[in-house]
DNA sequence: AGTTCGAGGATAGATACT
DNA sequence: AGTATCTATCCTCGAACT
């Protein structure tokens, strides 16, 4: 809010030429990438010859080599591979990425390779196709390639490979991951256009929605519904503005009824603060005793109040029951399923101009704050509506926790293939000695502590003096099972509760297997864990931005620790070309550090900062001039002194760890105004 | 020095009641 | 419908331990 005033007298401190897409430390040359991929392939030859003995490789190279009779082979190689290959496989072409290309990754670096190397190759392979064809559209010369990698392959878009790719496959019936093919084929058949930040070619409707940076005329195809819509919203007596917006933000295809709505909505909201105090008590009301949001009450009231068949007999007190009863008709969002959950239709969410579009900025924390918090929260980050989403909806533990961003919010997909959704499908190996009489299905939230193995050993003595003469009794169970609540035990041998491990909190949170490793003591990293992102549910809501982004991302990442954010972006097939990360624990930082190396990737990770306070006016302006602004803030800020858990200091965002939460929202509306300083140049 | 242990309520949301 | 009850919670502290 404040912090958005542009009027500041140096203003020109930050006025340099932004070009799309190409960061700034990203000097990804194509000689530097052939260089790599030559340097990686002879790395691959040297595995090969000491790995494991080829014989799955064997078989893909005369895939590769021979091609003729491909489907047969292809099975041949199936039955062959091992399950960690159909796996890669299949996830990778979720991610978009052709059978082709994934079958040669796999033979650059084997079947056992790790998951991530093989999206960072690929990624670096587009980039590099991207590069390469571009260059030869500039030199006009032919297509040969002189790099028999390429050879075969038939991708022929320019920086559209995944995408194209995605399309390619739909006709095999795989699942499409990404965005569908007619957003894709519009993109490439109109002119690209260049917004804010490397945002780059999308449709007219995606960015219309997006960004505020780049205000293009509304040229999209028409819709003939949208078209229906518009004429009877206007006959009703609304503005050209107020349709306008309702068609924008809930989209070309909704219907008319939504519409209808949410242009009553606007309406009211234009009307200012006209609002009686008899309706001030009942917005109150509702949004103290019924815990809706103020928004959606005021939506609720405002329709009752302007569409006359729902107020024949207004008497005062049946105000507030048929409110409420429209809002149940409604059906407001629960709180654990944030602005819709995979497969459901989208939720309303308003946003208003000046904060829709790039650069992004994505905030989280608990969910169960006290009451004041969430509102002070949300009046500091341009008093955008949270969205409440438990992780249990995407993983096999509860998260309940609470996001405040702009991205956009259609066409949001999950990561496929799915993740394992039950304890027993994460740990198939306790299933054998699941009690009945515990009904868990999910576990709770992951703590920042783990349960003690003299609670483990406890809970065991109990079980067996009782097995002795019969079943344990309901006390005895109820007992029990309140324990295991508590501190999430499992039962991993008969009769033995015992603390979940740290890799099972990896897999559960969507890290790979040992991830925080090596950086860690088990304490540690049991605290580093618990404090991190869901990487499941976070990729869902961060799907919507790779689209927008095929050639990668800049990110400002705040609060870092393990890397949650980052990982998200990767798992999802977007390429990170800078991460600049604050994270003030050592340990953490080298965490990420370490993933980094480990994953391979070509970007730049800036990790210089680690303060989020040491983090001024000056050290932003640099770091926006370095890198030619950022496409995504992120940051969970410590919930210390908000979490429930906490009986000592749960003093809510004033607290002495929780109010770095103000340096986030310095930052971002910092960010977010030197960003508007900068120049754009015009494709 | 760093680690592990048990003890220690309040609050919000979900559920189960009249 | 409104109320009562139940459940879970990115935890801190000092003491005891390695």
């Given at each position: 809010m404040a912090a958005l005033s542009s009027s500041d007298n140096d203003d020109d401190d930050v006025l340099v030429e932004y070009v799309p897409g190409a960061a700034a430390a990203d000097s990804t040359s194509v000689e530097e990438n052939q260089h790599l991929v030559d340097h990686r392939r002879s790395c691959s030859h040297m595995k090969d010859h000491?790995?494991?003995?080829?014989d799955i490789r064997s078989s893909v190279v005369v895939v590769a080599e021979e091609g003729g009779d491909k489907q047969q082979q292809q099975q041949q190689l199936l039955v062959a591979a091992d399950l960690h290959y159909a796996e890669k496989e299949s996830r990778l072409l979720d991610m978009g990425f052709t059978t082709d290309l994934i079958q040669r990754a796999l033979l650059i670096y084997g079947t056992q390779a790790a998951e991530s190397v093989l999206v960072q190759f690929l990624l670096d392979w587009h980039e590099n196709h991207h590069h390469h064809h571009q260059q030869q559209q500039q030199s006009g010369e032919g297509n040969s390639h002189g790099d028999s990698f390429a050879a075969g392959l038939e991708v022929e878009v320019a920086g559209h490979s995944i995408i194209a790719a995605c399309t390619h496959d739909e006709d095999k019936d795989t699942k499409n991951y990404w965005l569908s093919k007619h957003s894709l084929k519009s993109c490439r058949n109109e002119q690209r256009r260049v917004c804010a930040c490397n945002m780059e070619a999308a449709t007219d409707s995606v960015i219309s929605t997006v960004?505020?940076?780049?205000?293009?005329?509304?040229?999209?195809?028409?819709?003939p519904k949208e078209q229906h819509n518009r004429k009877l919203l206007l006959t009703q007596g609304f503005t050209t503005g107020q349709v306008e917006q309702a068609l924008q933000e809930l989209g070309g295809g909704a219907e008319y009824d939504m519409l209808l709505d949410y242009t009553l909505y606007l309406m009211s909201e234009q009307d200012g603060l006209a609002s009686t105090s008899r309706r001030i008590n009942t917005v109150e009301k509702l949004v103290t005793e019924f815990k809706f949001s103020t928004h959606a009450v005021k939506m609720a009231l405002e329709r009752c109040g302007k569409n006359p068949t729902l107020c024949l007999n207004p008497p005062q007190d049946d105000g507030v029951a048929r409110a409420s009863k429209r809002i149940e008709k409604l059906q407001i969002p629960r709180r654990s399923e944030g602005f819709g959950l995979p497969g459901e239709p989208v939720k309303h969410r308003y946003l208003s101009d000046e904060i829709k579009g790039a650069p992004f900025f994505y905030f989280e924390n608990v969910a169960s704050m006290p009451n004041e918090d969430w509102n002070r929260i949300k009046l500091h980050l341009f008093d955008i509506e949270p969205e409440y989403v438990d992780s249990l909806h995407f993983s096999a533990c509860r998260r309940p926790r609470g996001y405040i961003h702009n991205l956009p919010i259609e066409g949001r997909k999950k990561i496929l293939p799915d993740p394992p959704m039950t304890i027993q499908e994460l740990m198939p190996q306790t299933k054998k000695f699941?009690?009945?009489?515990?009904?868990?299905t999910k576990l709770n939230c992951i703590n920042t502590r783990k349960g003690s193995e003299f609670l483990s050993k406890k809970l065991q003595l109990d079980l067996r003096s009782c097995l002795e003469t019969a079943d344990p009794s309901p006390a005895m169970q109820q007992e029990i099972l309140k324990w295991c609540r508590e501190w999430n035990l499992v039962w991993t041998a008969p009769n033995i509760p015992t603390p979940i491990a740290e890799n099972e909190m990896e897999a559960m949170l969507g890290?790979?297997?040992?991830?925080t490793r090596n950086c860690y003591s088990t304490r540690a990293r049991y605290k580093a864990l618990g404090n991190s992102f869901s990487v499941f549910t976070v990729a869902f809501h961060f799907s919507v931005l790779k689209p927008l982004y095929p050639r990668g991302m800049k990110i400002l990442s705040l609060f870092s620790g393990i890397g949650g954010a980052e990982i998200a972006l990767h798992k999802i097939g977007v390429k990170l070309q800078v991460v600049v990360s604050v994270e003030i624990i050592e340990g953490s930082r080298r965490c990420l550090e370490a993933w980094w190396a480990a994953t391979k990737q070509t970007g730049t990770l800036d990790q210089?900062?680690?303060d989020v306070t040491a983090l001024g006016r000056d050290e932003l302006v640099d770091l926006v001039k370095r890198y030619k602004g950022f496409d995504l803030i992120v940051g969970g800020s410590p919930c210390n002194n908000l979490s429930g858990n906490n009986q000592k200091t749960r003093c809510g965002i004033e607290g002495p760890q929780s109010n770095i939460f103000f340096e986030f929202s310095r930052i971002v509306g910092t960010v977010r105004e030197l960003m508007q300083g900068l120049q754009f140049s015009s494709p």
């Open positions: 000491c790995d494991m003995g080829g960004t505020p940076f780049c205000p293009t005329p509304n040229t999209a195809i028409l819709d699941w009690p009945a009489w515990d009904p868990r890290f790979d297997k040992d991830h210089n900062h680690h």
